[in-house]
């Protein structure tokens, strides 16, 4: 709710500054810096307060239309080569003039969390990408995240295009960055980047509401909302449950908890609780919201003292705020960002220090993730900081649940109105998307949503099967011990049946996970692993090897089963060097045990000594499936699969 306000805010400074005093104005995404779309007819549009004739002037090219009051004009250039610097020019009125403008190819980089994830996240493993990053050539313009219901013509962006640096790169998608640069460097035309992603959203979020009338509980859900007062109200309530909660909860912890942030507090009293760990988990307090302050104390020798610092506290549920010796350090308010605060020279000193850390959790178990990095790294010295933490528990009330706000970006054509309809037309080469954790208690469903997003996006576009490529889910979740059933793996297998769809392609990623997050830190793989698919499928390089190993059939032999496969490349092989690992077979098709599985050629039997005939057969069928390790010598991998696959699925 706060984002939409601050987007309604952002929208109309947009607006006021872009078009002050103008007769003809454009669409944002119509700006300096821009990139077109080379080797096709590209449409630039956009509006005049008075009835005249409109000329667009690009690169020796004139096109002139008549526009009228208030509507829309549009002119088509025809066919552009790639290459830039160039300057386009609208002249009616009043003239605008729009410089730095390059033609290449063009790529709409949409979905949730994972696309959205800015490349500073994973700054650190990538430092010496960051440091060559500077490429005049590839451009990236951020939409700004927002949510409408009704038809919208103006698309929101607080950079507008930018070219890449080592600093504007760290606010690129980090996806579309790595596919972004690897397709630069092979193709040697510009490309860019059209950021419209927004973290935890449905696919049918994306969609025009008229799409889902075989889903009426979503389109029925969204149409109240058409109604802008009652939005515009419901925001104002929500804030104010939100922001009174906190300063309630904050009030009270204030109360409670004075100068604990200070080394001179006495903790002798407070509890023994393990970081990594859940308090919850540990007797602190069940349920509700909660302040629940952490003290960890350690010696340092002289030849760490005054010197700069790093404090790794992997990630935390929820808020936080963290001192070192009494002074801030650093703080997040979510879950998803992983702690990493610089300590300034001269805050450490030689013999005990303390570090404190208040963490406030709205509900739930709040406290420390495990299987993160938790450590002070000073210099090349290392000190764990896992184990044993004082705490103390200072407020619990009331939770503040998710439920009691209203998430408007979860609504059928939030996304679609708010981001997605403004750039509809803008020519570019295709897309590609990462999304699916926000439908992955619905696998069955988003079969269909997945597929009629796709084909409706082409069809508004009418630009033809533009490519529509996609990364499959990576994994997440603590592996388990046994096989088992698995929403993610039918969520990814839903994903690959969608390659039905005409011109899209798939990268599989269940060897980047991590199950501890579902934002995996790779994404340097990723986007290669896209670019991959589009060097492929979209700029004619067939004989590429840009997929693993993809089940063809499957013929039962006696009490072996017998796999084939596609895209093997040059030859099937367990990518660790051991035998292949997270094959089950059941012999009623209900309970699945571990197997052997053996590379034989091109094909991998999969047998077990307890099965005489084997009914079917899974692979890495699970939430993070730990050692899965099928794949082709080209070094990508098989992605997840079940045979045979359960009617209506």
Same mark, same amino acid.
């Given at each position: 709710?706060?984002?939409?306000?601050?987007?309604?805010?952002?929208?109309?400074?947009?607006?006021?500054?872009?078009?002050?005093?103008?007769?003809?104005?454009?669409?944002?995404?119509?700006?300096?810096?821009?990139?077109?779309?080379?080797?096709?007819?590209?449409?630039?549009?956009?509006?005049?307060?008075?009835?005249?004739?409109?000329?667009?002037?690009?690169n020796g090219i004139r096109h002139q239309v008549r526009a009228k009051k208030g509507e829309r004009w549009k002119i088509t250039l025809p066919v552009l080569q790639p290459g830039g610097p160039f300057v386009l020019e609208v002249l009616a009125s009043d003239t605008i003039t729009l410089k730095d403008v390059w033609v290449g190819d063009v790529w709409?980089?949409?979905?949730?969390?994972?696309?959205?994830?800015?490349?500073?996240?994973?700054?650190?493993?990538?430092?010496?990408?960051?440091?060559?990053?500077?490429?005049?050539?590839?451009?990236?313009?951020?939409?700004?995240?927002?949510?409408?219901?009704?038809?919208?013509?103006?698309?929101?962006?607080?950079?507008?295009?930018?070219?890449?640096?080592?600093?504007?790169?760290?606010?690129?998608?980090?996806?579309?960055?790595?596919?972004?640069?690897?397709?630069?460097?092979?193709?040697?035309?510009?490309?860019?980047?059209?950021?419209?992603?927004?973290?935890?959203?449905?696919?049918?979020?994306?969609?025009?509401e008229d799409e889902l009338k075989d889903f009426p509980a979503y389109r029925d859900r969204a149409l109240p909302f058409r109604d802008t007062a009652l939005v515009a109200e419901i925001i104002r309530r929500d804030k104010a449950l939100s922001d009174g909660w906190l300063k309630h909860i904050q009030s009270l912890d204030d109360a409670n908890a004075r100068g604990w942030q200070q080394p001179s507090t006495d903790v002798s009293s407070w509890t023994d609780l393990q970081v990594p760990g859940y308090w919850a988990d540990q007797g602190m307090v069940d349920s509700g919201g909660a302040v629940v302050w952490y003290r960890r104390e350690l010696d340092l020798p002289a030849s760490m003292a005054g010197?700069?610092?790093?404090?790794?506290?992997?990630?935390?549920?929820?808020?936080?705020?963290?001192?070192?010796? %009494?002074?801030?350090? !650093?703080?997040?308010?979510?879950?998803? +960002?992983? *702690?990493?605060?610089?300590?300034? $020279? &001269?805050?450490? =000193?030689?013999?005990?220090?303390?570090?404190?850390?208040?963490?406030?959790?709205?509900?739930?178990?709040? %406290?420390?993730?495990? !299987?993160?990095?938790?450590?002070?790294? +000073?210099? *090349?010295?290392?000190?764990?900081? $896992? &184990?044993?933490? =004082?705490?103390?528990?200072?407020?619990?009330?009331?939770?503040?649940?998710?439920?009691?706000?209203?998430?408007?970006?979860?609504?059928?054509?939030?996304?679609?109105?708010?981001?997605?309809?403004?750039?509809?037309?803008?020519?570019?080469?295709?897309?590609?998307?990462?999304?699916?954790?926000?439908?992955?208690?619905?696998?069955?469903?988003?079969?269909?949503?997945?597929?009629?997003?796709?084909?409706?996006?082409?069809?508004?576009?009418?630009?033809?099967?533009?490519?529509?490529?996609?990364?499959?889910?990576?994994?997440?979740?603590?592996?388990?011990?046994?096989?088992?059933?698995?929403?993610?793996?039918?969520?990814?297998?839903?994903?690959?049946?969608?390659?039905?769809?005409?011109?899209?392609?798939?990268?599989?990623?269940?060897?980047?996970?991590?199950?501890?997050?579902?934002?995996?830190?790779?994404?340097?793989?990723?986007?290669?692993?896209?670019?991959?698919?589009?060097?492929?499928?979209?700029?004619?390089?067939?004989?590429?090897?840009?997929?693993?190993?993809?089940?063809?059939?499957?013929?039962?032999?006696?009490?072996?089963?017998?796999?084939?496969?596609?895209?093997?490349?040059?030859?099937?092989?367990?990518?660790?060097?051991?035998?292949?690992?997270?094959?089950?077979?059941?012999?009623?098709?209900?309970?699945?045990?571990?197997?052997?599985?053996?590379?034989?050629?091109?094909?991998?039997?999969?047998?077990?000594?307890?099965?005489?005939?084997?009914?079917?057969?899974?692979?890495?069928?699970?939430?993070?499936?730990?050692?899965?390790?099928?794949?082709?010598?080209?070094?990508?991998?098989?992605?997840?699969?079940?045979?045979?696959?359960?009617?209506?699925?």
């Amino acid at each position: 709710m706060k984002t939409s306000l601050r987007s309604l805010l952002l929208g109309i400074l947009i607006f006021s500054g872009y078009v002050a005093d103008a007769a003809v104005r454009l669409p944002r995404i119509f700006s300096d810096g821009m990139v077109l779309q080379r080797g096709m007819p590209v449409p630039v549009w956009g509006w005049s307060d008075r009835d005249e004739t409109v000329m667009v002037s690009f690169n020796g090219i004139r096109h002139q239309v008549r526009a009228k009051k208030g509507e829309r004009w549009k002119i088509t250039l025809p066919v552009l080569q790639p290459g830039g610097p160039f300057v386009l020019e609208v002249l009616a009125s009043d003239t605008i003039t729009l410089k730095d403008v390059w033609v290449g190819d063009v790529w709409l980089c949409s979905g949730q969390s994972n696309m959205e994830y800015e490349l500073f996240k994973s700054a650190e493993l990538y430092p010496k990408e960051i440091e060559a990053a500077a490429n005049p050539r590839i451009r990236h313009f951020k939409v700004a995240r927002r949510t409408y219901f009704n038809r919208n013509e103006e698309v929101l962006s607080e950079q507008g295009w930018e070219a890449a640096d080592p600093r504007t790169v760290l606010q690129f998608t980090a996806v579309g960055w790595f596919f972004a640069r690897e397709l630069e460097s092979r193709l040697g035309v510009p490309i860019g980047l059209i950021n419209c992603s927004y973290g935890g959203t449905p696919a049918e979020g994306w969609m025009h509401e008229d799409e889902l009338k075989d889903f009426p509980a979503y389109r029925d859900r969204a149409l109240p909302f058409r109604d802008t007062a009652l939005v515009a109200e419901i925001i104002r309530r929500d804030k104010a449950l939100s922001d009174g909660w906190l300063k309630h909860i904050q009030s009270l912890d204030d109360a409670n908890a004075r100068g604990w942030q200070q080394p001179s507090t006495d903790v002798s009293s407070w509890t023994d609780l393990q970081v990594p760990g859940y308090w919850a988990d540990q007797g602190m307090v069940d349920s509700g919201g909660a302040v629940v302050w952490y003290r960890r104390e350690l010696d340092l020798p002289a030849s760490m003292a005054g010197q700069p610092a790093v404090l790794r506290m992997g990630a935390i549920v929820s808020r936080d705020i963290t001192w070192v010796n %009494g002074k801030r350090v !650093g703080g997040a308010t979510n879950r998803y +960002v992983n *702690r990493r605060y610089d300590i300034p $020279a &001269g805050v450490l =000193k030689a013999g005990r220090n303390t570090i404190v850390i208040k963490i406030l959790n709205e509900s739930g178990k709040g %406290g420390f993730i495990p !299987g993160k990095p938790y450590r002070l790294e +000073v210099g *090349r010295d290392t000190i764990s900081l $896992a &184990g044993g933490w =004082k705490a103390r528990l200072s407020v619990t009330t009331s939770p503040l649940l998710r439920e009691q706000t209203t998430r408007f970006q979860d609504q059928a054509g939030a996304l679609y109105h708010g981001m997605l309809e403004p750039l509809i037309g803008y020519g570019m080469k295709g897309v590609i998307w990462y999304q699916g954790e926000s439908n992955i208690s619905r696998a069955q469903e988003y079969r269909v949503i997945f597929s009629r997003m796709i084909q409706s996006w082409r069809k508004i576009w009418g630009q033809g099967d533009f490519p529509f490529l996609f990364a499959q889910l990576a994994s997440n979740n603590p592996p388990r011990p046994q096989p088992a059933e698995s929403r993610l793996a039918e969520l990814q297998e839903a994903q690959s049946r969608t390659l039905s769809v005409p011109n899209t392609g798939m990268a599989v990623l269940n060897d980047i996970g991590e199950s501890n997050d579902v934002h995996p830190l790779n994404k340097r793989d990723v986007g290669l692993r896209l670019s991959l698919v589009a060097r492929y499928l979209v700029y004619g390089e067939r004989k590429l090897v840009h997929l693993g190993p993809v089940l063809k059939s499957v013929k039962v032999d006696g009490d072996r089963m017998i796999l084939s496969f596609d895209h093997v490349g040059g030859g099937l092989i367990a990518r660790d060097g051991g035998p292949l690992k997270h094959f089950a077979l059941s012999g009623d098709g209900k309970r699945f045990i571990w197997a052997q599985a053996v590379i034989e050629g091109d094909r991998v039997v999969v047998s077990h000594p307890d099965i005489r005939t084997p009914k079917a057969v899974r692979y890495a069928w699970a939430d993070t499936p730990e050692g899965a390790n099928l794949g082709n010598r080209e070094g990508l991998p098989a992605g997840c699969f079940r045979w045979p696959v359960p009617e209506g699925r």
